[in-house]
């Protein structure tokens, strides 16, 4: 049995679940996030814990036991808590500051790097080398701040570009000058 998998959810108050066959719609404070979950595994409401269960003993069944428990477990706990990443800017004359809904970084590049905010996230810039990412579905979360990074990932001779906040980069040894003889 799957460790996880087997793990009941809790529904805090002020959270609604309907469960509709293998759709799963959760509300909260924080929005609604609805997901469809692969119909052959069973997902059940007994009283305020989602019970998740699989079938049969197959192969795919075991994977998807414990993935569709995750789903929903981060479905709940983004509505009453939300997801938040944290970037570090790292880099002479690297920044990034807040314009209306854009995020505009100065990234060492001959232009500005201009990221609109998308439905379901927003952005803070607390300061001029940090910015945190927030949402209420974790997936949509990591990929923004996936985006974000790609726009210029850490280098490994001066560590200069962007980073997950704890991010360790492992950093090169430069070029080895020749010596004099």
Known sequence: MSRIGKKPI??????????????????????????????????????????????????????????????????????????????????????????????????GYSHQVIVPEIDGITIDVPNATSIVVNGIDKQVVGQFAAEIREKRPPEPYKGKGIRYAGERIIRKEGKAGKGKK
């Open 10 to 107: 809790a529904v805090p108050a002020g959270v609604d679940v309907k469960i509709d066959g293998s759709t799963v719609t959760v509300k909260g404070p924080k929005g609604t996030l609805t997901n469809t979950f692969n119909p052959e595994i069973i997902i059940k409401q007994e009283g305020t814990e989602i019970i998740v269960d699989r079938p049969s003993e197959n192969k795919m069944h075991k994977s998807l036991h414990g993935l569709t428990r995750t789903l929903i477990n981060n479905m709940v706990e983004g509505v009453t808590n939300g997801f938040t990443k944290s970037l570090e800017i790292e880099g002479v004359g690297y920044r990034a500051a807040k314009q209306g809904k854009n995020l505009v970084m100065n990234l």
